[in-house]
């Protein structure tokens, strides 16, 4: 697979490390370390890695847990951790070719029951005393990963990441998340090509990069070269602040996110720091805030829709946004949409289905289509309130 503007090295690098690691997160990784090994991958709690420093911080976690806590056996990694921790500790799982499932450290209690008994477990804190599988700190994650690993032999095995949602009847299910296999891969493609990202950008990712919104931009900071700059549950000031301080030209936040923003900057009467572009996912999208963001840095607004199943599907470029503001926009390549109960592609409203890198899923949403746009008429069931 080749991004439009990729250089014809970067395509070979890409295409060697899919090679060796299949379509995975950790083909991504392992490319991004070999054509961009000292730019600065991703910045989190203060902490910073290179992409070759992360790819090595990787290996070295990795070699330590192959040897001990696994015992060279293999079994699912559950990764209950915040900070550099959870990066280190999701790709040392992929690079030993284990499936790895993310949660939210607040959550791990609420959906214990879609962690495997035997699951190698991470975590912040204490461990959980209802888990009967082996437990690792993050503090050892971090202690870890300069151990060398450069020795680490290659898997063959097939990595999927997993993603654990709570239904609005409380029901807990499990989910292979959207950016990985090769459906996975063609969507992080079409990201790029409609919001454009480049090797330059430094991108802040106003999600936890626990869900789903966040790992794609890992994912497309990985694949691309962009940094990527977490911040997760911090005020609206300290976010404008990262903004200024760290030359931010992509943000990626809710809508919710984006209004708090705002109101700090009409609050402080400060000039709006430069962006690039804007996306915006995880809640209702009220097209007066679209006119309000468009108001203060211009059309570079974009809107995208997804779920835990199928990653994002849908998106909506500033073109688009400008013409019709309530829009989630257009489907990704590899993605599709519809109303349950309605045949054809023609107009229609009603409960939406949508069809991603994994999963043909009916979600609890209400949505019109028109003229191919995809608008969510009806409330989230559950938006994005991770702040």
Same mark, same amino acid.
């Given at each position: ?8 090295? @970067?395509?070979?690098s890409?295409?060697? #490390?899919?090679r ?9 990784a ?8 000292d ?31 696994l ?6 990694v ?25 949660? /939210?450290? &607040?959550?791990l209690d ?13 975590? %912040? ?14 503090t050892s ?6 151990? %060398?690993?450069?020795g680490?032999?290659?898997?063959? *095995? *097939? !990595? ?11 029901t ?19 990201? @790029? ?15 936890p990069?626990? *869900?789903? $919104?966040g ?15 977490s911040?997760? @549950?911090?005020?609206a ?5 990262i ?8 943000l990626? &936040? ?8 705002? %109101? ?12 690039? /572009? ?7 999208? %009220? ?11 211009g059309?570079?607004v974009?809107?995208?829709? =997804? ?5 994002? !599907? ?8 400008s013409?019709?503001p =309530? ?12 109303? !349950?109960?309605? $045949? =054809?592609?023609?107009?229609a #409203? =009603? ?13 609890e949403?209400?949505? /019109? ?9 009806g ?6 309130? &991770?702040?």
């Amino acid at each position: 697979m080749r991004l439009r503007g990729m250089p014809p090295s @970067h395509a070979r690098s890409l295409g060697r #490390s899919v090679r060796e690691h299949g379509f995975t997160i950790t083909a991504l990784a392992r490319h991004s370390a070999r054509v961009r090994r000292d730019h600065l991958a991703l910045v989190v709690d203060g902490w910073s890695a290179t992409f070759g420093e992360l790819w090595e911080a990787a290996e070295g976690a990795a070699s330590v847990l192959f040897r001990e806590p696994l015992e060279r056996r293999p079994r699912p990694v559950v990764i209950a951790c915040d900070g550099p921790a959870m990066v280190i500790a999701l790709l040392a799982g992929s690079r030993l070719g284990l499936d790895v499932m993310p949660i /939210r450290p &607040a959550l791990l209690d609420e959906l214990r029951d879609a962690v495997p008994a035997d699951a190698l477990l991470i975590h %912040d804190g204490e461990a959980p005393e209802w888990h009967a599988g082996p437990t690792v700190t993050a503090t050892s994650i971090l202690e870890w990963s300069r151990a %060398d690993g450069s020795g680490l032999a290659s898997t063959r *095995r *097939r !990595v999927r990441i997993a993603l654990p949602a709570l239904s609005s009847a409380g029901t807990v299910t499990t989910h292979v998340q959207g950016a990985l296999g090769i459906q996975g891969l063609r969507q992080l493609a079409g990201l @790029h090509d409609r919001l454009g990202v480049e090797g330059t950008d430094v991108i802040l990712a106003c999600a936890p990069l626990h *869900r789903g $919104k966040g790992l794609q931009l890992l994912g497309m900071s990985l694949l691309t070269g962009a940094t990527l700059v977490s911040a997760a @549950h911090t005020p609206a000031a300290d976010r404008i602040r990262i903004i200024e301080e760290r030359f931010v030209s992509v943000l990626s &936040a809710s809508p919710g996110q984006l209004a708090g923003m705002l %109101d700090e900057l009409d609050r402080t009467g400060q000039a709006p720091p430069r962006l690039r /572009r804007i996306l915006l996912a995880g809640q209702d999208l %009220d097209a007066d805030l679209v006119r309000r963001v468009h108001a203060t840095w211009g059309p570079i607004v974009l809107t995208a829709y =997804g779920t835990v199943q199928t990653g994002t !599907v849908a998106m909506a470029t500033p073109e688009l946004l400008s013409k019709h503001p =309530g829009t989630v926009g257009l489907p990704l390549p590899g993605s599709e949409f519809g109303i !349950v109960g309605h $045949k =054809g592609r023609g107009d229609a #409203s =009603g409960l939406l289905w949508v069809r991603g890198a994994h999963a043909t899923v009916i979600t609890e949403d209400q949505a /019109r289509i028109e003229g191919g746009r995809l608008t969510i008429t009806g409330p989230l069931q559950h938006p994005d309130t &991770a702040e």
